[in-house]
């Protein structure tokens, strides 16, 4: 019989594996939608034809030659022109190799090319045309960074006009 005072007896627990020390639960992933660019201009070109057809949203359409193809996606009210964004390897020799904007998928009619064999579309150094010159006001960056960017410039904005 316990006497009064006395500790409590120990309790059998059932043996349990060791688990990961200190280690914060593992996080998955979402799913999210189709991967997004946004192609634009940083100079005084934005009425030139070419660049014109280029710029806009382009939205993954599915893939070639181990790379994303994009179209693009036209703005309300705009005519309707079919472009692309899509990766060629080397099959058709090393300088048909890299990034293309063209109104079909391996298409001849191209408008601008990137010899860059990077897993996504280069921020810079597009030719315009194909075979000219790269063009260094027309940018390809992914829909989330030029957004991340944009509200970086409004917060300067807004925190300038504060402290006025």
């Given amino acids: ?8 007896a120990p309790q059998t627990v059932p043996r349990r594996e060791p688990g990961p020390v200190n280690q914060p639960p593992r996080l998955v992933p979402m799913k999210s939608g189709p991967e997004t660019y946004v192609v634009y201009t940083k100079g005084n070109d934005a009425g030139e034809v070419v660049v014109k057809t280029l710029v806009g949203t382009y939205v993954e359409q599915g893939s070639n030659h181990g790379r994303k193809v994009f179209k693009q996606m036209p703005e309300q009210g705009e005519e309707v022109i079919d472009v692309f964004l899509y990766f060629w ?31 996504t579309p280069p921020l810079t150094g597009w030719k315009i045309p194909w075979n000219g010159t790269e063009r260094m006001t027309l940018m390809v960056a992914p829909k989330a960074d030029t957004q991340k960017s944009e509200f970086e410039g409004k917060f300067r904005e807004v925190s300038q006009a504060i402290s006025e």
């Fill in 89 to 119: 390897d080397e099959r058709d020799g090393a300088e048909h190799q890299g990034w293309w904007f063209g109104n079909k998928l391996g298409g001849t009619q191209v408008w601008s090319h990137n010899r860059s064999t990077s897993m």
């Fill in 1 to 8: 019989r316990p006497t009064q005072g006395a500790a409590p």
